[in-house]
T-cell receptor, first 120, second 116 residues
Framework: GAVVSQHPSRVICKSGTSVKIECRSLDFQATTMFWYRQFPKQSLMLMATSNEGSKATYEQGVEKDKFLINHASLTLSTLTVTSAHPEDSSFYIC????????????????FGPGTRLTVL | AQSVTQLDSQVPVFEEAPVELRCNYSSSVSVYLFWYVQYPNQGLQLLLKYLSGSTLVKGINGFEAEFNKSQTSFHLRKPSVHISDTAEYFCAVSVILTGGGNKLTFGTGTQLKVEL
């Protein structure tokens, strides 16, 4: 259980175009989804946190108009990179977590396999 | 704010030798601690986690880690590594967000390279 998928796994696009990446929780309902960005040989940097049905919360320095996040259902979140440029090329990883219940304070994140974006 | 330090960017080790990957953290509040493994071009897989209780935590693939509050450390160990353990390892801390939920902060990662 707790499988998260991402689509596409790889995408190459031209500069100026927009790219949409999907993140799906396949066997559980994800109350919260997270989007990370990872540069080569570097750590994961949290871009934004999204809760189903509400606006995403972006980390400092992340342009919300450039990285549009939609969490329309409990199993799907999308990240759209608008007007992509070569500097947006990166590995984008999503994660998903279930809702907190029963007084549990910790909410494990389950990670997707990532999407490699290359902007030419 | 919390932070995670992984001092070793690369750790070469021979197969069947023991290994320790170091992780230190700082936080003004209680944290949960994690180790993740990432194989090339893949997402993250949870190796183990410390939430509470026993400070020695056992995870998958023969890995274990010990939480040391006084030294603010959470080092990862394996007594005998295998070629298949070659991967990037990330230490992470999680704090509870206002309003619920958790936020992960990752270290910079340690590349474990197992050689014959």
């Amino acid at each position: 259980g707790a499988v998260v998928s991402q689509h596409p796994s790889r995408v190459i696009c031209k500069s100026g175009t927009s790219v949409k990446i999907e993140c799906r929780s396949l066997d559980f309902q994800a109350t919260t989804m997270f989007w990370y960005r990872q540069f080569p040989k570097q750590s994961l940097m949290l871009m934004a946190t999204s809760n189903e049905g509400s606006k995403a919360t972006y980390e400092q320095g992340v342009e919300k108009d450039k990285f549009l996040i939609n969490h329309a259902s409990l199993t799907l979140s999308t990240l759209t990179v608008t007007s992509a440029h070569p500097e947006d090329s990166s590995f984008y990883i999503c994660s998903a977590s279930r809702g907190l219940a029963g007084g549990i304070k910790y909410n494990e994140q389950f990670f997707g396999p990532g999407t490699r974006l290359t902007v030419l | 704010a919390q932070s995670v330090t992984q001092l070793d960017s690369q750790v070469p080790v021979f197969e069947e030798a023991p290994v320790e990957l170091r992780c230190n953290y700082s936080s003004s509040v209680s944290v949960y601690l994690f180790w993740y493994v990432q194989y090339p071009n893949q997402g993250l897989q949870l190796l183990l986690k410390y939430l509470s209780g026993s400070t020695l935590v056992k995870g998958i693939n023969g890995f274990e880690a010990e939480f040391n509050k006084s030294q603010t450390s959470f080092h990862l160990r394996k007594p005998s590594v295998h070629i298949s353990d070659t991967a990037e390892y990330f230490c992470a801390v999680s704090v509870i967000l206002t309003g619920g939920g958790n936020k992960l902060t990752f270290g910079t990662g340690t590349q474990l390279k197992v050689e014959l």
